[in-house]
C-alpha cells in the first residue's frame, strides 16, 4: 500500500487546487501525479539539478512559438520572442 499524506490548504489556496483536479482529470492524471511533478520540479531547482530535455522542450517550444509569431505578425515581433529566450538563459549555445 502506498504510504498517504494529507495535506491541509489555505483558504485562498482552494481556487486553484480546484482548477488543478479538473485539469488533471480532463488528461486522465491524478492530483497526486501534477503534485509530485511539482515537488520534483521544485526539488531539481532548489538542488541546482539540471533538467536538458526541460532545455530542450523550452527550446522547440520557443522555435514553435516564434514560428507561429512570424507567420501572424511578421519578423519584429518574432526578434522580441528571441531576445526574451536569450535574457532567459535558455538560448541554444552554438
Do not use: C
Request: proline share 2%.
Amino acid at each position: 500500500m502506498s504510504p498517504k499524506v494529507t495535506l491541509y490548504i489555505k483558504d485562498g489556496d482552494h481556487d486553484v487546487w480546484t482548477r488543478a483536479r479538473k485539469l488533471a482529470e480532463q488528461s486522465d492524471r491524478s492530483l497526486s501525479d501534477l503534485t509530485t511533478a511539482a515537488l520534483v520540479a521544485y526539488v531539481n531547482k532548489e538542488e541546482g539539478v539540471s533538467s536538458e530535455m526541460f532545455e530542450r522542450v523550452l527550446r522547440r517550444v520557443t522555435a514553435a512559438v516564434k514560428e507561429e509569431v512570424e507567420k501572424i505578425f511578421g519578423e519584429e515581433p518574432a526578434k522580441e520572442v528571441k531576445t526574451a529566450h536569450r535574457r532567459a538563459g535558455t538560448r541554444r549555445k552554438a
